[in-house]
């Protein structure tokens, strides 16, 4: 069954510390692979996006790594901000030819507090 | 704005009610998607379109839904005689398909999402 699971479910920070949200898949086949920051009533902004050979990518204060052997992909946060505080979302793309249909994990809820 | 824009932002509606949607992609983009969200959750596949066909339908999406793209351009999903279960929010998002072998489509843009609520 093609799965995204995320951990944890929510975290509690301060402002400044780091943090690691981690996100394991069993999709198949693997297309890319795509972090999501949502705010509160907003759509999903996307963070960064992976492909299989790729196993870093940053964004400003934002790192994701991906290991396509183990199917894991971390974002680490360096440097919290409140406003870091959303939920992030772990995203697969199923590759399988035409079809566009995206995989979604339920999100680690993050809250960054001063 | 040259982002994806949904609306309306809010709807309230008394069940067995019918409601549509609309979603404006961006621009140039051929490829647009409708996804529900109940709080707390990811969001779920509902169903996408490739210009104006409609390539693929979630399980989710029962007869009481339907799904419109007339012209590739705008979308529009309806709910009939809605229910209190329908109550979430709905997201569309656009991104651009090139087609070719090998190269990987953009990323999927999000609009800000209709929320609907059934009374």
């Known amino acids: 069954k093609n799965q995204v699971e995320q951990s944890p479910q929510s975290l509690i920070i301060l402002e400044g510390k780091n943090c690691t949200l981690q996100?394991?898949?069993?999709?198949?086949?693997?297309?890319?692979l795509r972090w999501y920051k949502q705010d509160t009533g907003r759509g999903p902004v996307s963070l960064t996006i992976m492909t299989f050979s790729e196993n870093t990518k940053s964004n400003g204060r934002y790192t994701a790594t991906l290991d396509a052997d183990t199917k894991q992909s971390s974002l680490h946060i360096t440097a919290s901000q409140l406003s870091d505080s959303a939920s992030y979302i772990c995203?697969?793309?199923?590759?399988?030819?035409?079809?566009?249909?995206?995989?979604f994990g339920q999100g680690t809820t993050l809250q960054v507090k001063p | 704005d040259t982002g994806v824009s949904q609306d309306p932002r809010h709807k309230i509606t008394k069940r067995g009610q019918n409601v549509t949607f609309r979603c404006d992609p961006i621009?140039?983009?051929?490829?647009l998607y409708w996804y529900r969200q109940t709080l707390g959750q990811g969001p779920e596949f509902l169903t996408y379109?490739?210009?104006?066909?409609?390539?693929?339908k979630s399980r989710l999406l029962s007869d009481r839904f339907s799904a419109e793209r007339p012209k590739g351009s705008f979308s529009t999903l309806e709910i009939q005689r809605t229910e209190q279960g329908d109550s979430a929010m709905y997201l569309c998002?656009?991104?651009?398909?090139?087609?070719?072998?090998?190269?990987?489509?953009?990323?999927?843009?999000f609009g800000q999402g209709t929320r609907l609520t059934v009374v």
């Open positions: 998002a656009s991104s651009l398909w090139e087609g070719r072998q090998g190269v990987s489509n953009t990323e999927a843009f």
């Open positions: 621009s140039e983009h051929n490829r």
């Open positions: 995203v697969v793309k199923r590759g399988s030819g035409n079809t566009g249909k995206l995989i």
């Open positions: 379109f490739q210009n104006e066909a409609q390539l693929e």
């Open positions: 996100c394991n898949y069993t999709v198949s086949p693997f297309s890319n």
